[in-house]
């Protein structure tokens, strides 16, 4: 509602001062130059971001191209094994991706339906206070150290799973990581949809209210619609969190590569394989210690897919209004 | 001119501490248009809005007195009355175009979907009609699915008075529906609620004194949360019988 009031103003409003400000005045010159360079500097911070990823994708694709004059494109796309410490070696990513798929498959399915109705009861149902308590609380499940995460999944979501649901669940299995980066990933989700769902404008609300809507059909029917963009926006931030997340399913899903669409069973992803041999003794320079590139290369590609798709899912709702 | 469709009795209103509305007294006669004019913030809009209990949406808004709803005589404001069933009787429509963000027969069934209860059939025969009566059957009878938010400026409006009459309101109350369009789509929404009239009570607010004098057989006009004068609209235009009423209409403030 606009606050309109008929207001009469007497007089004109109160000025600083006379605003001479010529060019002449002493200081000036130095002022010009010292704004300038604090303008190159803040520039120079700006592109840096742009610079060191230039540089990263640098490495990465410089140690792939060594990667793969040795494993044709092919193989590295089709072999469904991937054994980089064998004699024999073999790198076929499709393991790893699978891996990597499933773990944040299981994440979605938990982040995605939580999420989005912790997003529709902050924006739509809760109380200004409660939204206030809630909130921080959400926030929080994003700041938790990874590490902790990981520990989280194997000796309590684990056992528990074993306890409840599967008794035969081994030990090490994608199932508890990914149900776990689902928790993490919460936040993520539920705070750009909740900002989708707050930029939709009031008087749509208030359309659907004067045709006798309850406020569980203008969140679901008009709200949720409205935000749909937003939405899918934070879908896809989720899903790139989950795909680069590697503390949980490092420590939690065993590192054995394993084409599988079984998450009850143990697998490896690409970020698991990547630190598991950054952190090995690969001698530098050797086939094995180049795979992790071509890995990177690959995970950084699928982010970069679920970003890109986040952002123009994002502009798309900005347009709208 | 015919019985009463509504009437406030002694209606208050407050937002928080501040009073908007002082003691109204306000026939709405039925199936006829009742013009409510004034200067920008005298409670045109909250006036309206208590009709409907829009105000309920918001916290600390307080009413007092009654709105009577005939036949039945239902107190629209009453502490007892449900606001949802008050909402699916009355019908509203907005300053600015506000469609859903859905397709234009969705845009139409919504209101008959919230009723529920009803089936396919009887929705799909109720969504032409209600084109038809606020003339846009014509102009998307051929792309009815097709995103409401695709439609101009005019047509929206139209396609919000439609949406507001597929589930027959009692009442229909608009607020400066033509504030945010041209003057030709103004021209084809004033058109359209003088087709309207001799079916349904209209409640408008407007900014536009022509406007009013176009469409309305009466015209209540307000001034600092206060109706200062009410009457027929000729007879309200032409001799006023406040002094406040005559510095407005000559336009000597607002
Ligand atoms: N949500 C609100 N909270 C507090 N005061 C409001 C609110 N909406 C309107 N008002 C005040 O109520 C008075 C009447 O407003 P309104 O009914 O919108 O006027 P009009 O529609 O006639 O321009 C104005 O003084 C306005 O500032
Ligand atoms: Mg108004």
Redesign the interface.
Same mark, same amino acid.
Do not use: I, N, Q
């Given at each position: =509602?606009v606050a309109? @009031?008929?207001v009469v103003t007497h007089g004109s409003p109160s000025g600083g001062g006379p605003r001479g400000r010529g060019l002449s005045r002493p200081g000036a010159r130095l002022r010009w130059w010292s704004e300038r360079v604090i303008e190159a500097g803040l520039l120079l911070a700006a592109l840096s971001s742009i610079g060191i990823t230039i540089a990263i994708l640098y490495v990465l694709v410089s140690e792939s191209v060594a990667f793969f004059r040795v494993v044709s494109i092919v193989d590295f796309l089709t072999d469904t094994m991937w054994m980089p410490l064998f004699d024999d070696a073999r790198f076929g990513i499709l393991p790893l991706l699978a891996g990597t798929l499933l773990s944040s498959g299981v994440g979605l399915a938990v982040a995605v339906p939580i999420g989005l109705t912790s997003a529709l009861y902050l924006s739509e149902f809760a109380a200004p206070r409660t939204r206030e308590i809630i909130k921080p609380f959400l926030e929080m499940l994003a700041g938790v150290p990874t590490v902790v995460y990981g520990y989280f999944a194997l000796l309590f979501v684990t056992p528990l799973l074993q306890r409840w649901l599967f008794p035969d669940l081994p030990g090490f299995n994608i199932l508890s990581p990914g149900l776990v980066i689902g928790i993490m990933i919460i936040p993520y989700v539920s705070s750009v949809s909740e900002d989708a769902m707050r930029a939709v404008?009031m008087?749509? &609300? %208030? #359309?659907?209210?004067? =045709?006798? #809507?309850?406020r569980v %059909?203008v969140a679901v &029917?008009?709200v949720l619609? @409205?935000a749909?963009s937003g939405v899918a926006a934070a879908f896809a931030l989720g899903m790139s969190r989950a795909v680069g997340e590697t503390m949980v399913v490092a420590i939690a899903a065993g590192q054995q590569p394993n084409l599988t669409l079984d998450p009850r069973e143990p697998a490896a992803t690409i970020t698991a394989y990547i630190v598991q041999v950054a952190l090995g003794d690969l001698p530098h320079g050797s086939i094995g210690y180049l795979s992790i590139f071509a890995a990177g290369l690959t995970l950084m590609l699928m982010t970069l897919v679920f970003n890109v798709a986040a952002w123009l899912l994002r502009r798309r709702f900005r347009e709208?209004y | 001119m015919g019985d009463l469709k509504a009437e406030a009795i002694g209606l208050d209103f407050h937002y928080g501490e501040f009073q908007a509305l002082h003691a109204i007294d306000l026939p709405i006669h039925e199936n006829a248009v009742t013009a409510l004019i004034g200067p920008s913030g005298c409670g045109k809009s909250t006036f309206l809005r208590c009709c409907n209990r829009m105000h309920d949406l918001y916290d600390g808004s307080r009413y007092g007195g009654e709105v009577k709803l005939y036949p039945d005589g239902v107190n629209i404001v009453g502490d007892d009355v449900d606001p949802i069933e008050m909402r699916m009787r009355i019908g509203m429509v907005f300053q600015k175009p506000n469609p859903f963000p859905k397709s234009i027969y969705d845009n139409v069934a919504f209101g008959l979907r919230t009723r529920g209860g009803l089936a396919r059939s009887e929705i799909a025969d109720a969504v032409e009609p209600a084109l038809k009566s606020a003339a846009l059957w014509d102009e998307v009878k051929d792309r009815l699915q097709e995103s409401a938010w695709k439609l101009s400026g005019g047509q929206q409006q139209r396609l919000c008075i439609a949406r507001a009459l597929a589930t027959g309101p009692e009442l229909l109350l608009l607020d400066e529906p033509t504030s945010a369009l041209d003057p030709i789509a103004t021209a084809g929404i004033e058109e359209l609620i003088l087709a309207l009239r001799k079916r349904i009570t209209i409640v408008i607010v407007t900014h536009n004194m022509q406007q009013a004098t176009r469409i309305s057989d009466w015209t209540a006009f307000f001034y600092l949360g206060r109706l200062v004068e009410f009457g027929a609209t000729k007879q309200l235009f032409v001799k006023p019988e406040k002094a406040e009423t005559e510095a407005y209409l000559t336009g000597r403030f607002g």
């Open positions: =509602m309109e @009031a008929p404008p008087e749509l &609300r %208030e #359309a659907a209210f004067a =045709m006798g #809507a309850t %059909e &029917r008009v619609p @409205a749909l709208a | -």
